[in-house]
């Protein structure tokens, strides 16, 4: 009797990767990005070699010699980054010739990040030599004038700084009132949009031309005040509120040097509380502690009257 051989069917292949399969090594490498991105980190691996390094040295005079935020001089001035490091100690070492202190520059240089790739003997020096010559600011007094007011390094000097003295010369800015480092801030002022008009608005308040410019002479400030947040409401509680006359601005202009919520109304408000009344320079010129003192003697004055 022959024997059949019955043969199973040999299943096929299995579609699944085997338990120990062999990587592959990869052919490229993507590294990591750091948690926390900052210039220096991500600017250097931008560039290689020595190109990093430089990169990475400018930064740090940027940030630590002169106290630079670099994200945002970087940000604001693009040109920064392919500046020579020589280039920026350049501009930053005129204005040390001038005077100015690292961190005077550094303060500069973060509200007008472009002036770090200027070019400082076409920039730069019109302007020094204009306050030194035609504005006549002592050389001892560059630092202060630059330092009070930085935005006259952004200026034109034939386009803004020359109109402006011309016309403070004008109105008086002359001999004993002579614009000086404290009264550069008015050289940036534009004649036609902000010196004329705030001229105009005291005019319209009843003051002749000439009251008018006394009273400028004597508080320079008054140049650079807001009309809309600074004039109007104060002569609005001047008037309406304190009852008194306008006549008082002339002898005391520095009223609206004066803050309108942290001092006038606080003091109008003492005096009229206890029945008292002084002239506005009585009033505001002096400390708190000064004001307090007198209204103490004006409130025992009675009292040593009678006795």
């Known amino acids: 009797m022959a024997l059949r051989l019955q043969l ?42 020595d190109s990093g390094l430089r990169f990475r040295e400018k930064l740090l005079y ?30 930053a070492d005129f204005l040390a010739s001038f005077g100015l202190r690292p961190a005077d520059s550094g303060r500069i240089f973060s509200m007008y990040p472009h002036l770090l790739t200027s070019d400082p003997a076409a920039d730069l020096r019109p302007v020094f030599d204009f306050l030194l010559g035609l504005a006549a600011i002592p050389s001892a007094d560059i630092r202060k004038a630059v330092v009070r007011c930085p935005r006259l390094l952004v200026c034109s000097v034939p386009g803004q700084l020359q109109p402006a003295l011309y016309f403070l010369r004008r ?5 004993q009132h002579r614009i000086t480092c404290q009264t550069t801030v008015l050289l940036v002022s534009s004649v036609e949009d902000t010196l004329i008009p705030k001229l105009d ?20 400030g008054l140049l650079t005040f807001s009309i809309e947040n600074n004039f109007r409401p104060k002569v609005e509680f001047l008037v309406g509120e304190m009852g008194r006359e306008l006549s008082e601005l002339e002898e005391f202009p520095q009223y609206f040097s004066c803050s309108l919520e942290g001092k006038i ?8 509380e206890n029945g008292f009344s002084m002239p506005l320079s009585e009033m505001l010129k002096v400390s708190d502690g000064e004001f307090r003192k007198r209204l103490v003697e004006m409130r025992l004055r009675p009292v040593g009257e009678k006795l």
């Open 171 to 175: 109105l008086g800015f002359v001999g």
């Open 62 to 91: 940027l940030e630590h010699d002169l106290g630079v935020d670099s994200s945002k001089a970087l940000s604001l001035n693009p040109a920064v980054r392919a500046a020579p490091l020589s280039s920026l100690r350049s501009v």
């Open 8 to 49: 199973s069917p040999i299943p096929p292949p299995s579609a699944k990767p085997p338990k120990n399969p062999i990587l592959k090594p990869r052919t490229a490498f993507t590294p990591l990005r750091p948690l926390y991105p900052t210039v220096l980190s991500s600017s250097t691996t931008a560039v290689g070699g």
């Open 265 to 272: 109304k606080p003091r109008h408000r003492m005096l009229v």
């Open 201 to 220: 608005y005291l005019q319209s308040l009843g003051f002749s031309y000439r009251e008018t410019k006394k009273m400028v002479l004597r508080s320079p």
